[in-house]
C-alpha cells in the first residue's frame, strides 16, 4: 500500500476539513509532498480512546496495541514515530473508517483536528499505543507477556501518561520496571485513587501522579530511569509513602 505524505500546511485549515468530508483530498496534489511511504498492509485500529466504559476502553486499547504491535512496528521508527505519516494515513487510507466510528468529525473542523490531526505526543492516543508496543516488544519476546503488559498499561493508564508526559522518563526500562513493581505489590488501584485530606494540592490529585512528580522533582539527584528495578522499588516506595501508608508493603519488598 501506498502513502502519498502531505505537504506541510494542512492543519487547521478549514478548505482540507471540508475536502476530506466530501472525499476530494486524494484528488489535490496541493496537499501533497511528493514523498510516499510503502506498506505491507495497513489494518484498522482504534485511534481515539475518550468514551465508553472502563472495561470498553480497554478493550479498545488492547485491539490497538496489538494491530500495532503485529503490522505498523515492522515500519522503520522514523516513520511510526512521525506524526506526518500518521496524518496522511488517516486522511488518505483510513476516511470511511474514521466517519464510521467517529461520527464527531463531521460536526465541525475542531472535532476533526482533535481526533484526526491531534499533535502527535502524550495525548494523542496513536502515540500512547505506538510509543507503549514499542517499549514492550523491545523488551519482552514472548507473545502472552506482551499482551500482559498491555493490559499493565491500560490499568495504569493515567500512571503511564505521566510518565510519558516527561521526557527524561521516556525510557523503555523505566517504564517497565515500574509497571512490575505495581503489578507486584498489587497497586494499580492505589495508583488511581485521590489523595484525601491535603489541601495544600489541587482538587482532583491522583497517587500515581504525585510519585512520578516526586520522581521528576528529585532528578537529576536521583537518576531514577537508570536505576535497576530493585533500587527503583526503594525509591518508589518512600515517594508513595508520602500520600498512602505503605507500612504493609514494606514486608512486600
Not at 2 to 28: A, C, M, S, T
Not at 30 to 52: C, K, M, N
Not at 95 to 109: A, T
Amino acid at each position: 500500500m501506498e502513502v502519498r505524505l502531505l505537504e506541510k500546511g494542512y492543519k487547521n485549515n478549514d478548505q482540507f476539513y471540508k475536502d476530506f468530508l466530501e472525499d476530494q483530498i486524494h484528488l489535490k496534489d496541493e496537499y501533497f509532498s511528493g514523498e510516499v511511504v510503502q506498506l505491507s498492509e495497513a489494518p484498522d485500529f482504534p485511534i481515539y480512546i475518550a468514551h465508553g466504559s472502563e472495561e470498553e476502553r480497554k478493550q479498545l486499547f488492547l485491539e490497538a496495541f496489538q494491530v500495532i504491535s503485529n503490522s505498523y512496528l515492522n515500519t522503520d521508527r522514523d516513520i511510526h514515530f512521525e506524526e506526518l505519516f500518521w496524518h496522511s494515513l488517516l486522511v488518505t487510507r483510513k476516511r470511511d473508517y474514521l466517519l464510521k466510528n467517529y461520527p464527531k468529525i463531521e460536526e465541525g473542523i475542531n472535532h476533526f483536528n482533535n481526533i484526526v490531526l491531534k499533535k502527535f505526543d502524550w495525548e494523542n492516543y496513536i502515540y500512547k499505543c505506538v510509543l507503549g508496543a514499542q517499549y514492550i516488544n523491545d523488551l519482552v519476546e514472548d507473545e502472552t507477556e506482551r499482551k500482559r503488559y498491555y493490559g499493565l498499561l491500560v490499568d495504569n493508564l493515567d500512571l503511564y501518561n505521566y510518565i510519558i508526559k516527561y521526557e527524561i522518563f521516556r525510557n523503555d526500562e523505566f517504564l517497565k520496571n515500574i509497571l512490575d513493581i505495581i503489578d507486584e505489590l498489587d497497586l494499580s488501584k492505589v495508583m488511581k485513587a485521590k489523595i484525601e485530606g491535603r489541601d495544600d494540592l489541587g482538587k482532583d490529585e491522583r497517587i500515581g501522579r504525585r510519585v512520578i512528580f516526586e520522581f521528576n522533582k528529585s532528578y537529576p539527584v536521583i537518576m531514577s530511569p537508570m536505576l535497576e528495578k530493585e533500587e527503583l522499588k526503594e525509591v518508589f516506595l518512600t515517594y508513595l509513602g508520602y500520600y498512602y501508608d505503605v507500612s504493609d508493603l514494606m514486608t512486600l519488598k
